[in-house]
């Protein structure tokens, strides 16, 4: 069985606790609303969606994102929400084409100097919530609640 279509505990056995801990938090990310504080990964669009239909299951980025639960964003609005499990690090393009079918990225060379994947162990569509996003951020913003628009008199 090619090594992409296995159960992720076979992949990582280490990791067997996270999963146990990931089928228990999907419960009660069930019923979770976005908290200010609350940690928001910042995808682009081609990103978000992929990984909303479950097609793209490890994040790569340049360093560690701590393991948990994480709110995905794109464009002032929040519209999913992931579990992610511990970071690993990907030395060389050999461990890259082994999980190219997961991270879905299409390179010739490792896209940072020191490259991260991130096991997305659960993920769900929320209602789509606003946030603020400040100038400059990239990558990971706390969440703060987008103020109100007042409506307009028509």
């Keep these: 069985m090619p090594q992409h279509c296995q159960h992720p505990t076979q992949l990582f056995p280490r990791m067997r606790h996270i999963w146990l801990k990931a089928f228990l938090l999907a419960r009660v990310m069930a019923k979770r609303r976005p908290r200010t504080g609350d940690r928001i990964?910042?995808?682009?669009?081609?990103?978000?969606?992929?990984?909303l239909l479950k097609k793209k299951?490890?994040?790569v980025r340049s360093r560690p994102l701590?393991?948990?639960?994480?709110?995905l964003g794109c464009k002032g609005f929040i519209s999913g929400e992931?579990?992610?499990g511990s970071a690993f690090q990907i030395h060389d393009m050999a461990t890259w084409d082994e999980h190219q079918a997961r991270h879905c990225v299409e390179a010739k060379?490792?896209?940072?100097?020191?490259?991260?994947g991130h096991p997305i162990l659960h993920v769900?569509?929320?209602?789509?919530?606003s946030f603020v996003h400040?100038?400059?951020?990239v990558g990971?913003?706390?969440y703060k609640e987008a103020p109100s628009q007042p409506e307009q008199d028509k």
């Design 66 to 71: 701590k393991s948990g639960h994480w709110w």
């Design 124 to 129: 769900r569509k929320v209602i789509p919530t």
């Design 82 to 84: 992931a579990l992610i």
């Design 41 to 51: 990964l910042i995808l682009k669009e081609k990103w978000l969606k992929m990984i």
């Design 109 to 116: 060379c490792l896209p940072y100097k020191k490259t991260c």
């Design 134 to 137: 400040p100038k400059g951020a």
């Design 140 to 142: 990971i913003v706390i």
């Design 57 to 59: 299951t490890l994040e």
